[in-house]
């Protein structure tokens, strides 16, 4: 009997999002897809009739995921809580590391994502004021209203090219599976570390310590 | 009269420099240089066979004129210095753009680079210690060797992906000639600001005026 249509439109979104994440989204052809599932490139066509569809409905679901998890930034009130936090948004970047890959070229040649990203960036940048204002309510770390947000363009900035710095240091593994585990914690070390130097004398020895046990 | 074949390679390596940091690197085929130029096909493959030949000979041409400035960071001395090196680093990064528009994608077709580049960002690392080693001589900061090393390392995801950054914000405009030297200026400030936090109180209200009038 048939899959229903959906079952395979589902399917081929899978594939290709491995496939775009092990070899780069600018490497990987739509009959490269088809034939890694056995199907036609007919069939494959008559679900999704460019890359760029592929590409948007990818990128739709990682900025759906990413818009539901960053308002818990709002709700950190510890520095466990804070790691547990980073941790799951750099899960969520692994999960759909190949927009990370290759932004620049993806956004210069996709509209939907000219847009997207930009926002995606100004969410996780606000999200990450509310956690560094969460911070200091505990009575965590000291900032000026300009040290918080220079503090959460660097948090951004890192966020979204620390796999990229990974990647510069060894091209050819970095981006494999296996090393998800180890680079969502070094992710979220590098993230944090950045306001290392405004914590206070006590949490900053405690993130020291996280940043040794998990990092 | 015809130019003697070495000029012709001059002129062949600058065009091309200029196309790859206007439309980045993927998005221009050796025919559109040769027809910028005005040469032909045949022309352009006599002095470069490949489209890499062109990447390698530009990368290198960059390569050593970041190697011959970094040694700069170990005479730093004030702040004033640290911003002139930090913008002309900048400013020859700009240069060479294209290298950093789609770094990830070039390092993976590319074994030259995949080892060079490497080697850059790792260079870049030790001068950054060193130049925080003399702020640090000199009176102007406080880190222990732990806060050095992860500060020059921020300070590279910083310098490599700030213009990836600017590009999210604008992809349209963010890589066009007429932004070079806000672009460096912004760069400028967005690295040494990472090193704000770990500034003595003077040094601190000097570096955020420098700030406040170049950036």
Redesign the interface.
Known sequence: MKKPPRRTAERILSTTLSLFNRF?E??VATTLIASDMGISPGNLFYHFPSKEMLVNALFDEFEARMRHLLPAAADVQDLEHAWFFMHSVFELIWAHRFIY?????L??KNRHL?SQ??EV?QRQEQAFVKLLRGLQTHGLLTQTAT?QQ?CA??M???L???L??E???D??HAMEDANANRSALRGAQ?VL??L???LNPQPKTQLQSLIKVYG
Chains 1, 2 share one sequence.
Do not use: A, F
């Open positions: 780069g600018p490497n890959r290759d932004l620049n070229d956004l210069s000219e990203v930009k960036l040290e220079r363009i660097h951004v900035v890192m979204t090219w620390w990229s710095y990647y510069v240091q091209p050819r590098q570390s950045v290392l130097p405004y």
